[in-house]
């Protein structure tokens, strides 16, 4: 069974302190199982919600990718290998100016209103973004979905 490690970013809410030991005692753990599979690490960076303006989102992006790629690079240089660092948060997805290093984004929000992650994400320059742009366009168009 593959599992994912959640980190907290700075939201707080939820996941393993990243520069904590229960990050890296966690992942060993699942390394050294015999069903388990360490996927990856993943981050919601839920706290860009409450930012003001670009500035405030641009800031929280970058401290949600260069907390993932310190712990990605403290767990590897530990021995434990990290196939997948997650980021993503509309928000910040939709501001974030390099994701060098990561390897999944995931611009939308779990269960929110399609429509709002569209405006958000539709208003993003960056060119990874780009296939997600035309995935919440097909959502808004099909409700169904």
Known sequence: ???????????????VDPEGALGLHAAARVARSGNLELAGI???????YHCQGREEIT?????????????????????IA?????????????VVDHLTGITEIRPFRGGADR?????????????????????????MQNPAL
């Open 115 to 139: 429509s709002v992650d569209a405006e958000f994400v539709c208003g993003a320059s960056h060119p990874r973004v780009e296939a997600r742009r035309r995935v919440s366009l097909r959502l």
């Open 82 to 94: 990290v196939p997948e660092v997650s980021v993503g948060s509309t928000p910040t997805m939709s």
């Open 42 to 48: 993943l981050t919601p960076a839920g706290h860009a």
């Open 59 to 79: 800031a929280v992006a970058r401290e949600e990718r260069d907390v993932m790629l310190t712990l990605a690079d403290r767990l590897r240089r530990s021995g």
């Open 1 to 15: 069974m593959r599992v994912w490690l959640k980190v907290d970013c700075g939201y707080h809410r939820c996941g």
